[in-house]
Structure formats: structure tokens, C-alpha cells
């Protein structure tokens, strides 16, 4: 079973800044099947991307993804308030497959 | 819009049957999505369950798939999970969501419920 591994664990940041997120797969997958979401207390994941670098309904365009093979990431361009937060990515492919353990994005 | 509400017991005893139940309103269950019980813990993180068609044909986690059962009842508009033999490790929050048309990630969610295995 592939492994997803993010880092950092905690991203101290202050709004207006950039961040960067890394997913890193125990082995190569499809970028067609790389997704992320963002979770914030005592609500449900939401999604923001899929398929490695495309935007869900209504995420701004703030929010980039890239990579490939192993090495995926999450860009946040510009901080904005409201996107602190813990992020998680997720590869699936013919089932739901696994979800990283999350990066908190702290103020 | 389509949302979806979890409900059930928030409280479990050990050894016994964890059963819940997800509502989908301003939409049909009957519909080309598939629709997954997921959850989380902080110990594991999230994890799926079990997914579903309305038509039926379920798949489960291979890590649960001996103590899991999922359905869904068209007439009610209700996705249905039952969890047996629990344990401690099996609380969490639980989730459902629906899967998208493109691929097995997650475009919906509900806001989930928390369920404690406790005696």
C-alpha cells in the first residue's frame, strides 16, 4: 500500500505570506490521482484540488498544486486568514486509497 | 445544494455493533455518484470505510472489510453503516461523503458525527 508523508508537520506563517506544502508517496503514482483538502476544527474536509493541479469549485486561485512521481505539492500564495488550517493530501486511484497525516498551517 | 447529515449513537460498547446513518438532502441518493463512510481519528488520521452505488455492489477497506456493512435505502435517501465487535480503537469521528464523477476523492461531505466505544 502506498504511504503518504507530509511535511511539515506545522507550518508557522503569517498572512500575506507563501506556503508550501510537500506530499511525498512511498512510490510513484499517477498525478491524475493526487488530491488535497483543507480541515479546519470541528468541521468536515473540504476539498481544494484534484488531480494534482486542479481547483475544486469556488478555491481561489491562491491555491496551487504540482508535481509528479513521487514528490507532490500544495502552494499557497498569499496567506489569507481564513486558510490557516491543517491540510491533508490523498492518492486514489481505483479505490480511495490512503490520505496523508496532515500539515497544520498556524498564524 | 446536495448536503448530508450523519446520525447515530455517540456512544458504543465494547463488542457491540456501531451503526449509523447519513441523510442526503436536496438531492437523490439515486444518482452517478458513489457514497463512502469515512473516518478519523488522531491516531490514524482519516481513513475510508466502505463506499456505495444506489444500485448496491459495496467495496470495503481491506482493513475492515470482515466487521463492515454498508447499504443505502433509495426510499429514505439514507446511506447506512454498521461496524461490529468494536473497540476503543475504533473511536472517532465518522464521516459520509460523496465520491465525485472523476475519480474517488471527495467533493462532499457531511459534518460528521463523533462515536466513543466506551463501556
Known amino acids: 500500500e502506498i504511504v503518504l508523508t507530509q511535511s511539515p508537520g506545522t507550518l508557522s506563517l503569517s498572512p500575506g505570506e507563501r506556503a508550501t506544502l510537500s506530499c511525498r508517496a512511498s512510490q510513484s503514482v499517477s498525478n491524475s490521482f493526487l488530491a488535497w483538502y483543507q480541515q479546519k476544527p470541528g468541521q468536515p474536509p473540504r476539498l481544494l484540488m484534484y488531480a494534482t493541479s486542479t481547483r475544486a469549485t469556488g478555491i481561489p486561485d491562491t491555491f496551487s498544486g504540482g508535481g509528479s512521481g513521487t514528490d507532490f505539492t500544495l502552494t499557497i500564495s498569499r496567506l489569507a486568514p481564513e486558510d490557516f488550517a491543517v491540510y491533508y493530501c490523498?492518492?486514489?486511484?481505483?479505490?480511495?486509497?490512503?490520505f496523508g497525516q496532515g500539515t497544520k498551517v498556524e498564524i | 445544494q446536495v448536503q448530508l447529515q450523519e446520525s447515530g449513537p455517540g456512544l458504543v460498547k465494547p463488542s457491540e455493533t456501531l451503526s449509523l446513518t447519513c441523510t442526503v438532502s436536496g438531492g437523490s441518493i439515486i444518482s452517478s455518484f458513489y457514497w463512502t463512510w469515512i473516518r478519523q481519528t488522531p491516531e490514524k488520521g482519516l481513513e475510508w470505510i466502505a463506499y456505495i452505488y444506489y444500485t448496491g455492489s459495496p467495496n470495503y477497506n481491506p482493513s475492515l472489510k470482515s466487521r463492515v456493512t454498508i447499504s443505502v435505502d433509495t426510499s429514505k435517501n439514507q446511506l447506512s453503516l454498521k461496524l461490529s465487535s468494536v473497540t476503543a480503537a475504533d473511536t472517532a469521528v465518522y464521516f459520509c461523503?460523496?465520491?465525485?464523477?472523476?475519480?474517488?476523492?471527495?467533493?462532499?461531505w457531511g459534518r460528521g458525527t463523533l462515536v466513543t466505544v466506551s463501556a
Open positions: 461523503a460523496r465520491q465525485s464523477h472523476w475519480g474517488n476523492y471527495f467533493d462532499l
Open positions: 490523498q492518492h486514489y486511484g481505483n479505490s480511495p486509497g490512503v
